[in-house]
């Protein structure tokens, strides 16, 4: 195994550091280390930090005055021997230190190899290290909570708990089978068996369910705002973000392709979608324009459709049987009723009139979760309260989906692997329901079992591994 090196900060700031692991991480900084003390640093137990110089071996030129971190295996980040090396953030000064360790034999790190050698060396299984990568590119809070649960282990435990009592479930058939000469000798009750595979399936099952909720919060839950043209979809995006981002004008149908910006609200990356007006038109752009639009609310978790206060009945009238039907497996439609500020209080009165006794109706029997706000999009207060009610739409949203508080699936080849783990463990309860032999049903247990070790690692081939940790940053 070779000893590696790399920058582990970005360029720019006050300090830098440089990361070394490997049989001869210790060896190699002590070679171009100079310590304040009388012990050098071979001699220095492992978790301590040295003061001293950075020394040219061959010049004997001080290039900075640093401080060392000293690991010994197995106590390091990649159960390696490790030293860090704490300098200023001169990008000449972090080369001349890379220089002088290539020098004393280290190589350069790949993306990655620090995460990957820890996985290699047991200090975390797989799905625990793509967290790592998580973690990093985190940008909320939502989205560093599940990283850092998952970098704890508690999907990894989850997974061994179902591994196993699948491998309780495969030893009591196989051991059938050793005594297949013995057809009266059943090892395991067959209804037991069937409850068991039962109670697992449903825990994969929510496990795949929260991969909706894990990628809306790691990519940023896509919101897109709807309704008709000069509804003042624009005005709206622009007042949720705090800048001018998209286009507004009183002439109809100006918006023709989506606009996307994302900002966060509460501890929730949201990624607002601004969308064509839906109206009838024979003008071929704006009908792309409009199949966008409903391509967009197809991808969205929450859909705003926004509805001309002034022409509140009409309106909804007119687009309620095309949108209700998309909305159908939305987390929540809010139908905010825009341009309040054009109403007079009599107006006001018969808007909510409209709204109690027959827009509300009309949504609840299309069992469409909702709720209406009637607002203005020029009004800060009112864009406040709107934030206020997105905010609790995506913790309903959260609960909703089972998730709260539980292990949340973010990462696209856990989905994948579950899906197939849940498509294995159906066969077992088919054969189970249908009495087929126990060797079938042990195939497809072994099936679901290689499917969940693949998430933590244990089965995953060395070119998947390469392809995983490739695209993490060098020094990780």
């Known amino acids: 195994m070779s000893t590696i090196c790399a920058i582990a900060t970005p360029s720019g700031g006050a300090l830098g550091v440089i990361r070394v692991s490997g049989p001869q991480a210790i060896q190699a900084t002590a070679a171009i280390f100079r310590p304040a003390g009388p012990t050098p640093l071979q001699a220095k137990k492992g978790s301590t930090l040295s003061f001293g110089s950075i020394i040219d071996p061959d010049t004997h030129e001080t290039i900075d005055e640093v401080l060392v971190s000293l690991f010994r295996a197995p106590h390091s980040y990649t159960g390696e021997d490790s030293t860090e090396i704490s300098c200023h953030g001169s990008a000449y000064i972090l080369q001349r230190v890379l220089q002088l360790l290539?020098?004393?034999?280290?190589?350069?790190?790949?993306?990655?190899?620090?995460?990957?050698?820890?996985f290699m060396n047991g200090?975390?299984?797989?799905?625990?290290?793509?967290?790592?990568?998580?973690?990093i590119a985190s940008t909320t809070a939502a989205n560093h909570r599940m990283a850092m649960s998952q970098m704890r282990g508690s999907f990894s435990q989850e997974l061994r708990t179902l591994r196993d009592q699948l491998l309780h479930i495969t030893a009591l058939l196989e051991l059938e089978l050793d005594f297949a000469d013995h057809e009266d000798l059943e090892f395991a009750d067959r209804t037991e068996l069937q409850d068991l595979a039962e109670r697992i399936l449903n825990r994969i099952t929510q496990l795949c369910n929260s991969f909706r909720l894990g990628n809306a919060l790691k990519r940023g839950v896509p919101i897109a705002i709807v309704g008709e043209t000069n509804a003042g979809k624009s005005t709206l995006l622009n007042a949720l973000i705090g800048e001018e981002r998209a286009l507004v004008s009183h002439i109809h149908g100006t918006t023709r392709d989506t606009v996307e910006e994302s900002i966060t609200v509460g501890d929730t990356l949201i990624r607002f979608i601004d969308t064509a007006g839906i109206r009838a038109t024979t003008d071929t752009v704006e009908q792309m324009g409009i199949e966008r639009t409903f391509a967009k609310i197809s991808e969205a978790e929450i859909v705003l459709w926004l509805i001309d206060s002034t022409q509140a009945l009409s309106q909804f009238e007119a687009l309620r049987d095309r949108l209700l039907p998309a909305c159908t497996e939305k987390s929540s439609l809010l139908l905010l009723f825009n341009k309040a500020d054009l109403l007079t209080p009599d107006g006001h009165t018969a808007l909510q009139q409209a709204i109690d006794e027959r827009i509300s109706p009309t949504l609840t029997a299309s069992a469409v979760p909702f709720s209406t706000r009637i607002l203005s999009a020029q009004s800060s207060a009112d864009i406040i309260q709107l934030?206020?009610?997105?905010?609790?739409?995506?913790?309903?949203?959260?609960?909703?989906?089972g998730s709260a508080g539980d292990v949340i699936v973010s990462n696209l080849r856990h989905y994948e692997a579950l899906s197939q783990a849940q498509a294995s463990i159906q066969r077992v309860i088919a054969a189970l329901r249908t009495d087929l032999s126990g060797d079938f049903i042990s195939q497809d247990l072994r099936e679901c079992i290689h499917h969940l070790s693949d998430i933590v690692g244990e089965v995953t081939p060395e070119s998947v591994l390469h392809?995983?940790?490739q695209h993490f940053c060098i020094g990780k």
């Open 387 to 401: 934030r206020q009610l997105l905010t609790l739409s995506l913790h309903e949203m959260q609960q909703a989906t």
């Open 467 to 469: 392809t995983l940790f």
């Open 102 to 118: 290539l020098a004393q034999g280290c190589t350069m790190a790949r993306p990655g190899e620090y995460t990957q050698r820890a």
């Open 123 to 135: 200090k975390m299984d797989l799905s625990q290290a793509e967290a790592v990568a998580d973690l």
